[in-house]
């Protein structure tokens, strides 16, 4: 429990545990605004997505759960056949992943073991802060990480002293980019990821985890998916099923890499990794373009109504590209939390040395909605 | 896709796709003895259990469903509890996997991440043949793999030989018993394993693949879950939902030890690794005392008819503990399985070097009805 509680605090989780698997809050709201209770709290602390899964997405996972006795083969390989014909790539190119938090734990196993045949040491570069899931795996096999803080009052990517720690390393340097990053939900342009990627050598390897690109409209990020259509060896893209298609219970991610790169990744990740419901629902998710444009859809104009407030507050926030922004708040951090969460609201954790900020999930507008009301009471309150 | 091949071969994995995620063959049939088709084909290939999960299972998931947009944290720990509470162990014991090949794999890497710290030797004692998950681990690892063939008629573990395999080596051993043994379907009895974890060192560490223990009536077996309970820090337990349960594609498996070597292994199983639907299934399932028993007897009465069939042919079997069962051939193994699917019937793989043997599915009772009227026509024909 220890490392998954690096993730989600055990107060926040509890948060989660009373909500149990209830049908999203703003379901609960009526033509007023949405009152967050006890039994209806608003969970906006894990960047999901609470408009819920495609019908057509529950709609397969009905249908699958008569055939769940079987491995799940067939689904797998409909699965890597959909994901691939909707990046333009071919199978070769997808290894499936039980969330891209496998696919994340393969690829720096592979890393590590790469380094480990070749007795080489092997380090991850990391921004700081960022989603800590990369660390938590390099931890496990004793692959020393490197945290270059966030630069700048937009809290960009360091680029420089990243690049300063792979050229200055005798041996592997893995650099996990989330792009856009979590928690800041910015972008870090593309044309300086690719120039990087260009200039450096084999013995660096790139991890882009693109967990929100499906939400991005900045058109300074493009996919690095381009990238491995260009054949580069040493990049590989995660991406899940979590975030723009609502199926974060069900356990869905990929790694997009040359042929070579993926079976290496797909050697670390294990037999039979994808669930038939999950793998369902995946399938239908990708087939389902209304769908993707209602959640795109959604999450702007919930964050339209957060900015709103936020402008109106006074209070900073970071150019969001994702489904959930990045905001300063006054006071301290903890005390917010707790007066948050004593009106039913589940905000995000504070992540240092990102201080002062908070991490906030954009639910359904209803849940913004509410979520701004509680907000403007605060002030009302001088609690911000 | 190459590894996955080692369990499933692209023969056999074409019948599974033409099946793709319809409702158990046998729900096809008539009063009558079902016929095999094209279109329902019998699959006696991968030891799943086609009766298909529980009623209250399936109602689990369509209640989940509607939740799997949140990540499954509370489903998570009410599924490890139910698992502690049902074997009598606490939750600190219970490392939850995406099947209990994820965890069979965090075992592995467990164990050799423990041997690299220690700059210490490591190598994986299989008896052979065997279920080969361990072996393909351990092979990204580059663990070197002692395969310890099955000895006499009945093909029983060659203990003496596993024994001095681990006792000559100056290093970590890591031994994988599968029990009752896939393909054999036999049970070693636990005294004998017992012993060998009593005057085995520190440096010898137990993984023991209990897939199919809730199918054994045999008193010789008795789970190693009790070692775990005695404390003994140097076994694991594995288990899976996908045969007693009829979950195969849901994948939950988990793996029971003392705290500290369950912390270990967790430590190699990715974040957030069990699904919604899986979870909540396995929930239901544990609880519905009817499904296991009803589970249990179905096995039992195909069991009986197969082993009818097989006396009166003359073909030798060896004792099932398990929902399959081994028994020989007559002729070549190829060109019998290759006849067996032009009758719409796919049967298991040749497990080498256990030659002119047969790994035969026990499906459902009217499924068996049909296997042994296609294998008495073979009779009549000459060919078995």
Redesign the interface.
Known sequence: M???SL??SAGL?AG??A??????AASAADAKVFVPSEKTPL?LN?N??????SAKA?AA???????????????R?ELQEEIAKTLGVKMENVSL???S??TI?AVV?AVA?KA??AGSPVQLIVPDPTFG?AE?YAD???MAVVKVPLTGPKLAFDLDAMKKAARDFKGISLVYACNPNNPTATVTPSALLEAWVKEAGPDVVFLFDEAYAEFVTDPAFVSAVELVKAGVPNVVVARTF?KIF??????IGYAVAVKDTC?AV???A?????????A??GIASLRDKVFIEKSKSSVELSRAIVVKALTELGLEYLPSQTNFIFHKIKGDHKLYKSRMAESHVFVGREFPPAVGWNRLTLGTPEEMKAFVKVLKDFRAKGWI
Do not use: T, W
């Open positions: 220890l490392r998954r993730f989600k989780l989660a545990a909500f149990g698997s209830a049908v999203p969970l894990f999901e997505n609470s408009l819920g899964m529950k996972v009905a249908d699958a759960v008569n055939g769940a006795f079987r491995y799940p083969d067939a689904l390989e992943g039980n969330g938090s496998e734990q196993h073991e480990r045949r899931c938590g496990a096999v004793g979590s609502a199926m974060a219970g069900l356990r079976s797909d050697g670390f294990s037999v039979d990794n994808i669930n038939a419901a999950g369902a629902a």
